[in-house]
Structure formats: C-alpha cells, structure tokens
C-alpha cells in the first residue's frame, strides 16, 4: 500500500481510509473480497471494451 501512496503522492493513511470506503460502499467483508471484486471488474471491463471494439467494424 506505500508504493501506492508514493506513486499518488497521498499518505498511507489516505490510502487505507479509501480503501476501507470503497469496501464499505460496495459491501465487501475484507480486503481480499475487494481485491477479487476490482480483479473481476478490471476483466469484465477489458472483455466490454473488446467486444464494442469489434462491434464498431461490423456493419449493420
């Protein structure tokens, strides 16, 4: 989590605040649920973005 910190230019404790905002806001239990939960967000939005680029050269 300092890395993060660093590379934001935000403290620790910003960072852990964030965190523990998001996980309260989307209802996970701990940090590892909100580590899945953005792992299949991240896929899921890398799959959407493919699709739609693949739509955009089909004709209609």
């Known amino acids: ?4 910190a660093q590379e934001l230019g935000l403290s620790r404790k910003t960072i852990e605040t ?3 905002h998001i996980k309260l ?3 996970y239990s701990n940090a590892e649920a909100l580590r899945k939960g953005a792992l ?3 896929h899921h ?3 959407e973005s493919l699709d739609a680029r693949k739509d955009r050269g089909k004709p209609r």
């Open 40 to 42: 299949d967000w991240a």
């Open 18 to 20: 964030y965190r523990e």
């Open 45 to 47: 939005s890398s799959v």
């Open 1 to 4: 989590m300092s890395r993060i």
């Open 25 to 27: 806001k989307f209802r």
